[in-house]
């Protein structure tokens, strides 16, 4: 597939590659065959602990490092002012320089958010990171985010069918920040819903096709993880059609408040606030 027909939504391209919980040779050959495919847009995070191998395959595409757009994200661990900077610089190191968008990956425990918010856009404007985003924010928090930074690049949440994120995406679109989807197919669950497998026979699409097209069809950026070829380039058709807005609906239809894969227990109550 040309890259030129994968559209970007604000500066983004709208698919990319997630690497979790991609480590070692298996990393690296992924992000490859990704990047030869036309994917252009690799996410990581401190988090994964693959940052190295990512950059190795970054190194080893074959693509200019200017082509891709690379996204990491600073881990919980690093909020700190005497651990922020330094993390940030090991992350450029291992992935071979400034990230195209650095976010927080998740919120702080304490409730804490502009201080480290300060502390994210000192590393953009010492070149560490071209955008700057948040992930796992709730609707106040990104109202605190861009109190703080002006331009919020996005936020990366879990978005997928099971799960009502109307809400924090009503909030968003006010706020012009869009969202990008991670655990976009549930880890699968999401694969067997019988609505999602009636459009898919009904438009003799995979299924995977279905839910990443009902999710880019509203605007959100979409970062499923594969190590199969014949999937990664079939989650590249979903720029070749379009769904209904009765199949769009039904598919809607299906989310609830509890629908979440990843729900760690410091954010309990704290989703919607």
Not at 219 to 228: A, H, R
Not at 258 to 268: D, Y
Request: glycine share 10%; charged share 20%.
């Amino acid at each position: 597939m040309s890259t030129s027909t994968i559209p970007n939504i604000n500066g983004i391209p709208a698919i990319g590659l997630g690497t979790y919980p991609l480590m070692g040779p298996q990393c690296i050959e992924t992000v490859k065959m990704a990047v030869g495919l036309g994917y252009r847009h690799i996410d990581t995070a401190q988090m994964y602990g693959n940052e190295k191998d990512v950059g190795r395959g970054i190194a080893a595409c074959g693509v200019a490092r200017a082509e891709l757009f690379v996204t990491t994200k600073v881990d919980p661990g690093n909020l700190s002012r005497a651990r922020f900077a330094d993390s940030v610089k090991r992350s450029m190191n291992d992935l071979g320089g400034p990230a195209d968008l650095l976010l927080i990956h998740w919120p702080p425990a304490d409730g804490e958010i502009g201080a480290m918010l300060d502390l994210l856009k000192a590393e953009q404007q010492k070149g560490m990171a071209k955008r700057l985003g948040v992930s796992n924010f709730s609707p106040r928090m990104l109202r605190q985010a861009v109190s703080h930074l002006g331009n919020v690049a996005c936020n990366q949440v879990e978005f997928q069918p099971l799960l009502d994120q109307e809400r924090l995406k009503t909030v968003a679109d006010e706020l012009g920040i869009p969202l990008v989807a991670y655990s976009p197919i549930a880890r699968g669950k999401a694969l067997t819903l019988p609505v999602v497998k009636e459009i898919a026979g009904r438009l003799n699409r995979p299924p995977a096709e279905i839910v990443l097209r009902w999710i880019h069809q509203q605007g959100v950026i979409i970062i499923p993880m594969t190590t199969k070829v014949e999937n990664a380039a079939s989650n590249l058709n979903i720029f070749s059609f379009e769904l209904s807005d009765a199949d769009m609906a039904a598919i809607s239809a299906v989310g609830t408040a509890s629908g979440r894969t990843i729900a760690p227990s410091w954010m309990a109550g704290r989703w919607n606030d």
